[in-house]
């Protein structure tokens, strides 16, 4: 089993449609999560932290879920201009975690007029 | 704003031959690092630094090689290419400390084939 899965998608939407993709992860002591988005092409870069708490930025918004051991991303809305792939990122729990970032493979997203 | 520079951006090779690819950052960042990315497989990590003499091994490292003799300098060296090195190579840096420790800012990408 991979250590951090995500669905492959794609998910195709039309725009101002609400989508969610959710992200597991096997090591129940990770420490840290992350969203990426990646466009086709480019460099990953940061969209997200995940904190305990659940938080939020404008259309988006991240939680994090420690007892079924997965992070969800939702975006209200959506746009033309999400289209993209995301990318989960988990840092394990040891010293130096932050070290190792470990992504999934990566959800894409296609929004449609 | 440079950021974190890679070259080279396309490279192709034959098997067996060995090559170095070039990371440079600008933002003072100690921690560098390399990931390959391929398609279903994601980033996986190949080496890291965090600092200058300081390097370490990924989920990957075996057939690369790297050296940290400066902050802003990581390069990648490929000892005798394969074909299972046909990628995308992405340098990524972050800061240690701060609120945005956990960030990794990321190169443009070095996309290598390998025949």
């Known amino acids: 089993r991979k250590e951090v899965e995500q669905d492959p998608g794609p998910f195709n939407v039309p725009e101002g449609a609400t989508v969610a993709f959710n992200c597991t992860y096997s090591?129940?002591?990770?420490?840290?999560f992350f969203w990426y988005r990646q466009d086709c092409r480019k460099e990953p870069k940061l969209l997200m932290s995940?904190?305990?708490s659940g938080n939020e930025d404008g259309r988006f918004t991240a939680q994090l879920n420690r007892a079924s051991q997965y992070i969800s991303l939702l975006i209200r809305d959506s746009k033309l201009s999400d289209s993209a792939t995301y990318l989960c990122?988990?840092?394990?729990?040891?010293?130096?975690?932050?070290?190792?970032?470990?992504f999934g493979a990566g959800t894409r997203l296609a929004v449609h007029p | 704003n440079a950021g974190v520079t890679q070259t080279p951006k396309f490279q192709v090779l034959k098997t067996g031959q060995s090559m170095t690819l070039q990371c440079a950052q600008d933002?003072?960042?100690?921690?560098m690092s390399w990931y390959r990315q391929d398609p279903g497989m994601g980033l996986r990590l190949i080496h890291y630094?965090?600092?200058?003499?300081?390097?370490d091994q990924g989920e990957v490292p075996n057939g690369y090689n790297v050296s940290r003799s400066t902050t802003e300098d990581f390069p990648l060296r490929l000892l005798s290419a394969a074909p299972s090195q046909t990628s995308v190579y992405f340098c990524?840096?972050?800061?240690?400390?701060?609120?945005?420790?956990?960030?990794?800012?990321f190169g443009e990408g070095s996309r290598l084939t390998v025949l």
């Open positions: 990524a840096s972050r800061g240690l400390a701060g609120v945005r420790a956990g960030e990794l800012f």
């Open positions: 090591n129940s002591a990770s420490q840290s």
């Open positions: 995940v904190y305990s």
């Open positions: 990122a988990v840092s394990p729990m040891f010293s130096g975690g932050y070290n190792k970032l470990i």
């Open positions: 933002m003072n960042h100690e921690y």
């Open positions: 630094s965090v600092g200058a003499g300081i390097t």
